[in-house]
């Protein structure tokens, strides 16, 4: 029987539902027989929940998406009654089961997604890659020799295989658009406090931003209407929308300034398959009748805060490490090279050090924001390079080996990580051998609005491929 639906957008999936044309349990069983299908061959999933989802979409539902499958990734946010791994070793050999849904778990379930499982990440997502010993790598379904991206490579290969309509992902340092950008997806980081990360103050700092990756740009707004808002309690939150986001959706963006970052801000190689893509989007954006202007690199760039993230990254892991060894009751064991690097700089630095690592982060955010303020929307490539090969930046290497190659590979992203501004990555492009290559559109503070307006006039104008026809036929 087709199961071409599995490869309509979560929005029509949840059209079908509300008329009749398909029962929930009719999706679910479609969405895990793909998954066991292709599952085997490119690794989106650390854990399954099949018989639990049955059960679920076979009870009442309400919400927007009530009935829609949807995949958990297995970091930061937590799902009751279910394995909690976050890419170790460690909790693999040490099974934790996670006693409540986080804040963010909940909004999904009210939005009546059915959980099927979690996605794989890099060990404690400290990778831009997703090939983690514990569990094997996720694999490009665009090609299945090159990495998915990461951390959020699992949800991104389950989205872009059609095992689900969307996945949910957190970004940290460019986690849902590096990987959006390797499979041909639509990523958005939203504002910094956009999203609730209740139960925690915050994680990894200042750094860390949840939402989900799609296939479209209205999955992304409309997921970001079911879901996003502070919870009581919360330190900071982001100004709401004047209006839903859908509701931007096809609206005029009028005639922006756009300011095109055509080079990376430390002087370093962008791949001529990157170059030749954003300046074909400048092209277009121009002939959108916007305006496109040159910016200067070196404007964004802040060689104190690259460090100083790190130091902020390392003290946050380490953190994790040791909440972990007490939760437990075993020490850490079998850490990858990378990640036991940075658990000895996070474990070594003192409170004032951390302090002052803030400090020189608040100071590139201005820089940042600063840099951009003459624009309405600053466009680069996602990525400098195209998606690395497998086991180039695997977790046995030695982090001298990939460090550089990880600080390059999230560069540009990492930008609006510092700054909190919302960052759009979109599959505008592919390279002759049909590899996605993505493009970033970055807006000021809570103006995602603008983006979804700019990136439904880019997906009009230039629609993309949803997902490779070799993987979906039924």
């Given at each position: 029987?087709?199961?071409?639906?599995?490869?309509?957008?979560?929005?029509?999936?949840?059209?079908?539902?509300?008329?009749?044309?398909?029962?929930?349990?009719?999706?679910?069983?479609a969405a895990i027989d793909r998954i066991e299908r292709l599952d085997p061959v490119l690794g989106a999933l650390a854990a399954e929940r099949f018989e639990r989802a049955r059960d679920e979409?076979?009870?009442?539902?309400?919400?927007?998406?009530?009935?829609?499958?949807?995949?958990?990734?297995?970091?930061?946010?937590?799902?009751?009654?279910?394995?909690?791994?976050?890419?170790?070793?460690?909790?693999?050999?040490?099974?934790w089961v996670s006693p409540a849904d986080t804040a963010l778990t909940g909004r999904y379930r009210a939005a009546g997604l059915v959980l099927l499982g979690r996605t794989k990440v890099p060990?404690?997502?400290?990778?831009?890659?997703?090939?983690?010993?514990?569990?094997?790598?996720?694999?490009?379904?665009?090609?299945?020799?090159?990495?998915?991206?990461?951390?959020?490579?699992?949800?991104?290969?389950?989205?872009?295989?059609?095992?689900?309509?969307?996945?949910?992902?957190?970004?940290?340092?460019?986690?849902?658009?590096?990987?959006?950008?390797?499979?041909?997806?639509?990523?958005?980081?939203?504002?910094?406090?956009?999203?609730?990360?209740?139960?925690?103050?915050?994680?990894?700092?200042?750094?860390?931003?949840?939402?989900?990756?799609?296939?479209?740009?209205?999955?992304?707004?409309?997921?970001?209407?079911?879901?996003?808002?502070?919870?009581?309690?919360?330190?900071?939150?982001?100004?709401?929308?004047?209006?839903?986001?859908?509701?931007?959706?096809?609206?005029?963006?009028?005639?922006?300034?756009?300011?095109?970052?055509?080079?990376?801000?430390?002087?370093?190689?962008?791949?001529?398959?990157?170059?030749?893509?954003?300046?074909?989007?400048?092209?277009?954006?121009?002939?959108?009748?916007?305006?496109?202007?040159?910016?200067?690199?070196?404007?964004?760039?802040?060689?104190?805060?690259?460090?100083?993230?790190?130091?902020?990254?390392?003290?946050?892991?380490?953190?994790?490490?040791?909440?972990?060894?007490?939760?437990?009751?075993?020490?850490?064991?079998?850490?990858?090279?990378?990640?036991a690097a940075a658990v000895a700089r996070g474990s070594a630095t003192t409170t004032a050090q951390l302090l002052d690592a803030l400090d020189v982060l608040a100071r590139w955010s201005r820089?940042?924001?600063?840099?951009?303020?003459?624009?309405?929307?600053?466009?680069?490539?996602?990525?400098?390079?195209?998606?690395?090969?497998?086991?180039?930046?695997?977790?046995?290497?030695?982090?001298?080996?990939?460090?550089?190659?990880?600080?390059?590979?999230?560069?540009?992203?990492?930008?609006?990580?510092?700054?909190?501004?919302?960052?759009?990555?979109?599959?505008?492009?592919?390279?002759?051998?049909?590899?996605?290559?993505?493009?970033?559109?970055?807006?000021?503070?809570?103006?995602?609005?603008?983006?979804?307006?700019?990136?439904?006039?880019?997906?009009?104008?230039?629609?993309?491929?949803?997902?490779?026809?070799?993987?979906?036929?039924?």
């Amino acid at each position: 029987m087709s199961h071409d639906f599995l490869d309509l957008d979560g929005v029509a999936q949840a059209g079908l539902l509300r008329t009749g044309r398909l029962s929930p349990a009719e999706l679910v069983d479609a969405a895990i027989d793909r998954i066991e299908r292709l599952d085997p061959v490119l690794g989106a999933l650390a854990a399954e929940r099949f018989e639990r989802a049955r059960d679920e979409a076979a009870r009442p539902a309400r919400g927007a998406f009530a009935g829609v499958p949807f995949l958990l990734k297995d970091a930061v946010q937590h799902s009751a009654g279910d394995r909690y791994q976050h890419g170790m070793t460690y909790l693999r050999e040490h099974p934790w089961v996670s006693p409540a849904d986080t804040a963010l778990t909940g909004r999904y379930r009210a939005a009546g997604l059915v959980l099927l499982g979690r996605t794989k990440v890099p060990e404690l997502t400290m990778s831009p890659t997703t090939e983690p010993l514990a569990h094997g790598p996720s694999r490009n379904p665009w090609d299945p020799t090159r990495s998915s991206g990461g951390s959020s490579g699992g949800s991104a290969v389950a989205v872009a295989s059609g095992m689900v309509a969307f996945a949910h992902g957190n970004d940290m340092g460019g986690s849902i658009r590096i990987p959006a950008s390797c499979c041909g997806l639509v990523g958005l980081k939203p504002s910094r406090a956009r999203m609730t990360l209740a139960p925690y103050a915050s994680y990894w700092g200042p750094l860390t931003h949840e939402h989900v990756l799609t296939r479209t740009v209205r999955d992304s707004a409309a997921v970001l209407d079911a879901t996003a808002g502070p919870a009581p309690g919360d330190l900071t939150a982001a100004p709401p929308p004047s209006r839903p986001w859908t509701a931007e959706l096809g609206a005029d963006p009028g005639r922006l300034r756009i300011g095109l970052l055509q080079e990376r801000p430390s002087g370093g190689p962008i791949a001529p398959e990157c170059a030749t893509a954003v300046n074909a989007t400048a092209r277009m954006l121009e002939s959108l009748g916007h305006h496109v202007r040159i910016l200067a690199p070196g404007a964004f760039a802040d060689a104190d805060g690259v460090s100083a993230m790190g130091l902020v990254i390392a003290t946050s892991v380490a953190r994790d490490v040791t909440a972990w060894e007490r939760r437990i009751g075993v020490p850490m064991h079998d850490l990858e090279p990378g990640t036991a690097a940075a658990v000895a700089r996070g474990s070594a630095t003192t409170t004032a050090q951390l302090l002052d690592a803030l400090d020189v982060l608040a100071r590139w955010s201005r820089r940042i924001v600063r840099a951009s303020s003459a624009v309405d929307v600053v466009l680069s490539p996602t990525l400098p390079g195209l998606p690395p090969p497998l086991g180039m930046l695997s977790g046995d290497r030695p982090l001298s080996e990939t460090a550089p190659a990880w600080t390059a590979m999230a560069e540009l992203a990492v930008l609006s990580n510092i700054s909190g501004q919302p960052a759009i990555s979109l599959p505008l492009h592919r390279t002759e051998t049909g590899l996605p290559i993505g493009i970033q559109l970055t807006a000021p503070y809570a103006r995602e609005d603008l983006l979804f307006r700019l990136s439904s006039q880019l997906e009009r104008t230039a629609p993309w491929p949803q997902t490779p026809s070799h993987l979906t036929r039924s």
